[in-house]
């Protein structure tokens, strides 16, 4: 049969992989700290911002928050899977045409594959109550349908399986690699529960240790120290990523030769 052959399947070592994105980022905290120093600063500068002026209330200021918030972001991930994946220190500047393409890339695939799951959420939850929709007379009172809250979790981590079958779109975008959804699920083809795990769950468990260790009436110092934690917090996630997509693009190791 002419035409290539499909490619075999790759089985990413999840626990090399999480292991490694912690290992990494510790045996490594200098060069991480130069690399990402400015875009975290960012990113903490976003949080602050969103929290102690209490922006969040209104409409206008709201949503450019979240965009600010987005670049900040997007300008992180940027420095990290640069750092990792080319052993580059230049993931910082922002001070050239390709650098600011680069980034508007990212920022648009960011705030796109954000829209897409949740729109998937929204269909998720609403396809299955479409049975109970049916036409009523109007002497009759319509009957109420209750969401309960493991429906909407449900919902939830079915969404993400596409959404983490797209992910290495982004470390892809960061090293100027071929950048497409096709490419991205291609590459991620028999992965999609361990990248659930490594975009999903491993933010998923770090949020939750920062919420465990927050209380009310934090003084000052204390909140500084959980915006550190929470910026370290999302270094190992990237990482995490980063390996990931390391794990399923890197060449194939040439084949061992016959024993003389």
Same mark, same amino acid.
């Given at each position: &049969?002419?035409?290539?052959?499909?490619?075999?399947?790759?089985?990413?070592?999840?626990?090399?992989?999480?292991? +490694?994105?912690?290992?990494?980022?510790?045996?490594?905290?200098? *060069?991480?700290?130069? @690399?990402?120093?400015?875009?975290?600063?960012?990113?903490?500068?976003?949080?602050?911002?969103?929290?102690?002026?209490?922006?969040?209330?209104?409409?206008?200021?709201?949503?450019?928050?979240?965009?600010?918030?987005?670049?900040? &972001?997007?300008?992180? @991930?940027?420095?990290?899977?640069?750092?990792?994946?080319?052993?580059?220190?230049? +993931?910082?500047?922002? %001070?050239?045409?390709?650098?600011?393409?680069?980034?508007?890339?990212?920022?648009? &695939?960011?705030?796109?594959?954000?829209?897409?799951?949740?729109?998937?959420?929204?269909?998720?939850?609403?396809?299955? !109550?479409? /049975?109970? &929709?049916?036409?009523?007379?109007?002497?009759?009172?319509?009957?109420?349908? $209750?969401?309960h809250s493991?429906?909407?979790?449900? =919902?939830?981590?079915?969404?993400?399986?596409?959404?983490?079958?797209?992910?290495?779109?982004?470390?892809?975008?960061? #090293?100027?690699?071929?950048a497409d959804?096709?490419?991205?699920? $291609?590459?991620?083809? +028999?992965? +999609?529960?361990? !990248?659930?795990? #490594?975009?999903?769950?491993?933010?998923?468990?770090? $949020?939750?240790?920062?919420? =465990?260790?927050?209380?009310?009436?934090? /003084? *000052?110092v204390e909140?500084?120290?959980?915006?550190?934690?929470?910026?370290?917090? %999302?270094?190992? *996630?990237?990482?995490?990523?980063?390996?990931?997509?390391?794990?399923?693009?890197?060449?194939?190791?040439?084949?061992?030769?016959?024993? @003389?």
């Open positions: &049969m002419d035409g290539e052959a499909t490619p075999a399947r790759r089985r990413l070592p999840l626990r090399r992989i999480l292991f +490694g994105a912690f290992a990494l980022s510790w045996r490594h905290r200098g *060069e991480v700290a130069r @690399a990402t120093g400015l875009p975290l600063l960012a990113v903490i500068a976003c949080t602050l911002a969103s929290d102690l002026a209490e922006l969040g209330s209104r409409g206008a200021a709201r949503w450019t928050l979240y965009f600010v918030y987005s670049i900040a &972001m997007s300008w992180l @991930a940027i420095s990290v899977h640069r750092l990792i994946l080319l052993q580059g220190r230049d +993931g910082h500047r922002l %001070t050239d045409a390709a650098a600011l393409k680069r980034l508007g890339r990212f920022v648009g &695939m960011f705030i796109g594959l954000y829209v897409f799951y949740l729109a998937l959420v929204m269909v998720l939850m609403n396809v299955p !109550l479409l /049975s109970f &929709m049916r036409y009523v007379p109007a002497a009759e009172t319509r009957p109420s349908i $209750q969401v493991w429906y909407i979790l449900a =919902a939830s981590i079915l969404a993400l399986w596409p959404v983490a079958r797209l992910s290495p779109i982004f470390p892809a975008i960061a #090293v100027d690699h071929p959804p096709i490419t991205a699920w $291609q590459t991620s083809r +028999g992965n +999609g529960w361990k !990248l659930v795990i #490594v975009v999903g769950a491993l933010p998923w468990a770090l $949020q939750w240790i920062a919420y =465990a260790l927050y209380r009310d009436g934090a /003084s *000052e909140f500084a120290v959980l915006l550190v934690l929470v910026a370290i917090f %999302t270094i190992i *996630e990237i990482a995490a990523l980063s390996l990931s997509y390391w794990e399923l693009t890197r060449p194939e190791p040439p084949p061992t030769p016959p024993p @003389a």
